[in-house]
């Protein structure tokens, strides 16, 4: 079964700088793409960030874009979102999600599995 673990949120100051991580376990990464996606409570889930399968394309959400870094490390089965200059629009409850037909999307439907999510909040 697999099985995608979030890390690494936290509470900072904003203009601060936060590194997500998202171990997947029981199946390999390595032809997968993979995505960052963020929910308030009573919000929809929105596209943050997606990378393809091999790691050459990414795709950023206009608000993130310059602040925000998504990268893979497959030996590691580990997917990053680097965040910085970090906004307090950025408070949310960010998932990882992975699609293992190696399609990437900014919408949340094209992926089969996801995280419970780490929790961030860039205090103003």
């Known amino acids: 079964q697999v099985q995608l673990v979030e890390s690494g949120g936290g509470l900072v100051q904003a203009g601060g700088s936060l590194r997500l991580s998202c171990a997947v376990s029981?199946?390999?990464?390595?032809?997968?793409?993979m995505g960052w996606f963020r929910q308030a409570p009573g919000k929809e889930r929105e596209f943050v960030a997606t990378i393809s399968w091999d790691g050459g394309r990414t795709d950023y959400e206009d608000s993130v874009k310059g602040r925000f870094t998504i990268s893979r490390d497959d030996a590691k089965n580990t997917l990053y979102l680097q965040m910085n200059s970090l906004e307090h629009e950025d408070k949310d409850h960010y998932y990882c999600?992975?699609?293992?037909?190696?399609?990437?999307?900014?919408?949340?439907?094209?992926?089969?599995?996801w995280g419970r999510g780490t929790q961030v909040t860039a205090s103003s």
């Open positions: 999600a992975a699609d293992f037909h190696g399609v990437e999307s900014r919408s949340s439907t094209t992926y089969e599995d």
């Open positions: 029981g199946r390999t990464v390595r032809t997968y793409s």
